[in-house]
């Protein structure tokens, strides 16, 4: 039962933290003229590489013969996990950024490609350096033992929170805000960070 905990644990960090974030916005903009199917591929496609990549990273660096670094990479994450929990519930600044990445997506559409791909790379390409990116580092950091679990868990959860945004877009952009769901993501960062920060010193 031990070996499904990492995958609950980044299932539910990862579709909490993406609900009402830009990929599900990107997924909204897309759903109208894109099977559903379609996106959710794209949409794992991207999260394997993304999160998966963060996670064998993160797995690979905690595995090091060396209980020191171990130990100061595990106090890290867990620092991280309740800085990003705190910072979500700062008030968010204009969003210059995403506007770039959203020109961008739309002149990807435009070159002919596969949508599965543009969906893929779209995502892939804005998950990195993302705080669910860095959630994925720690989490491989804190279960190298347990990467595909991991990596399961983190793209199932990529997968429902874009499925919800396909079903109940429209409902849940106008029921439920964008700072509800950005300060439930910040308090299950912070969560998991004192968690992490029990089970170390116990």
Do not use: C, W
Request: glycine fraction near 8%; aromatic fraction near 14%.
């Amino acid at each position: 039962m031990y070996l499904f905990y990492p995958l609950f644990i980044a299932f539910l960090l990862v579709f909490i933290s993406e609900l009402g974030d830009k990929t599900q916005l990107l997924v909204l903009s897309f759903s109208s003229k894109i099977r559903a199917s379609t996106i959710l591929i794209g949409v794992a496609l991207g999260s394997f590489f993304s999160h998966g990549i963060a996670i064998l990273f993160g797995s690979s660096v905690a595995l090091l013969d060396n209980n020191f670094i171990h130990s100061l990479l595990e106090i890290i994450t867990f620092i991280s996990f309740i800085i990003f929990g705190f910072l979500s519930f700062l008030p968010k600044r204009a969003k210059k950024e995403s506007t770039k990445k959203d020109n961008f997506i739309m002149k990807l559409s435009k070159l002919g490609l596969s949508y599965i791909l543009v969906i893929a790379f779209s995502i892939a390409i804005g998950e990195i350096g993302d705080k669910t990116f860095l959630a994925s580092v720690g989490l491989g950091i804190s279960y190298p033992n347990y990467k595909l679990f991991l990596i399961i868990g983190a793209i199932l959860g990529m997968v429902m929170s874009d499925l919800l945004a396909i079903l109940f877009g429209k409902f849940l952009s106008k029921k439920i805000p964008e700072t509800l769901m950005q300060k439930l993501s910040g308090l299950l960062f912070i969560v998991f960070g004192i968690i992490g920060f029990i089970k170390f010193i116990i």
